[in-house]
């Protein structure tokens, strides 16, 4: 199975910043001592050229962001601060979900090491998000495979507000987010199903919601491909998710809806979003699950292909 990560560009943050860039090494760094390269292959992800992102993003947005001349209220919107190492990292992060999702069309499954950028509006980033890749990776496809129908289906605790708004007109994307129903951003954009929860959310309740919002999924959509933001942040120690999912809560979640993709033979870009546990190794273990519940069904597809 393809992984691409973004994470040899280092971001210059101050100290004490309450971005978690250290889980991205610490998670690669442990699936190359998990897995052995011929059953997870890392690739380091190539940058999203300007013409990817300007099928999502305006082209003034775009040059402001290469050439560092947004305003010092647009950098607090997005909350990292300005550097050429920014700009790479976001690029190729972006990258990571394109390429990812060339390959999910091509065997089944793949995953981008980050990704899941879901706050990026098409003129403006907020919440640590520069560009959206999900919304690149989705006009990507349109344009180069032609594929029109994709669910993006974000259980991220943040509602996916910018890709709500990027895909708002658009019927060929649907947008599904569980989240937070009084959590950051306080402003929620309308996706085409939203699954709001309250503080305190925990496992049953949480994975009666998602079932739920898959039958509703079924009965009004059927994608030819899945975008999957698989989110720590919901887990009940937490930073600022607010939910109080366990770690099986979440590996449950990851194989309901690996199971429900593997039903309906849809391919799946997963994406990891975020998490902002106190202990970055909790949330390194959430990453973790995903990528071995992933790989397992990777397994599964491709032991099928061959039965066939």
């Given at each position: ?99 990812a ?19 990026a ?47 708002r ?6 947008t ?51 975008f ?27 194989k ?21 546990a ?12 995903t ?17 066939a």
């Amino acid at each position: 199975m393809q992984a691409y990560y973004a994470d040899e560009i280092t971001l210059p943050l101050p100290e004490g910043h309450r971005f978690p860039a250290e889980k991205y090494p610490r998670l690669r760094q442990r699936l190359i001592s998990r897995y052995p390269a011929e059953a997870l292959r890392l690739i380091f992800a190539a940058p999203a050229s300007a013409e990817q992102i300007q099928r999502v993003h305006t082209v003034d947005y775009y040059q402001r962001v290469v050439q560092g001349s947004l305003s010092q209220q647009e950098m607090r919107r997005i909350g990292l601060p300005w550097s050429q190492n920014l700009v790479e990292r976001a690029l190729r992060s972006t990258g990571g979900s394109i390429a990812a999702a060339h390959a999910a069309l091509a065997e089944g499954l793949a995953i981008n090491l980050g990704g899941g950028t879901h706050h990026a509006f098409a003129d403006h980033g907020e919440g640590y998000c520069v560009f959206n890749d999900l919304a690149v990776a989705a006009r990507e496809l349109q344009a180069v495979h032609r594929i029109a129908r994709i669910l993006i289906l974000d259980c991220d605790v943040h509602q996916g507000n910018g890709t709500a708004a990027i895909f708002r007109d658009d019927p060929d994307v649907f947008t599904c987010s569980i989240h937070g129903e009084k959590n950051f951003p306080f402003h929620k954009e309308q996706s085409d199903l939203d699954i709001p929860l309250p503080f305190g959310t925990q496992d049953e309740a949480y994975l009666h919601a998602l079932r739920l919002g898959l039958q509703q999924v079924d009965e009004r959509f059927q994608p030819e491909v899945v975008f999957f933001i698989a989110g720590a942040d919901a887990y009940v120690h937490d930073r600022y998710g607010k939910l109080a999912l366990s770690k099986l809560g979440l590996a449950q979640r990851d194989k309901m809806v690996f199971e429900w993709c593997h039903q309906h033979g849809y391919p799946v870009l997963v994406v990891l979003g975020g998490g902002y546990a106190k202990h970055v190794e909790d949330v390194v273990d959430i990453h973790a699950a995903t990528v071995d519940i992933a790989l397992g069904f990777f397994e599964r597809m491709q032991a099928w292909k061959k039965r066939a």
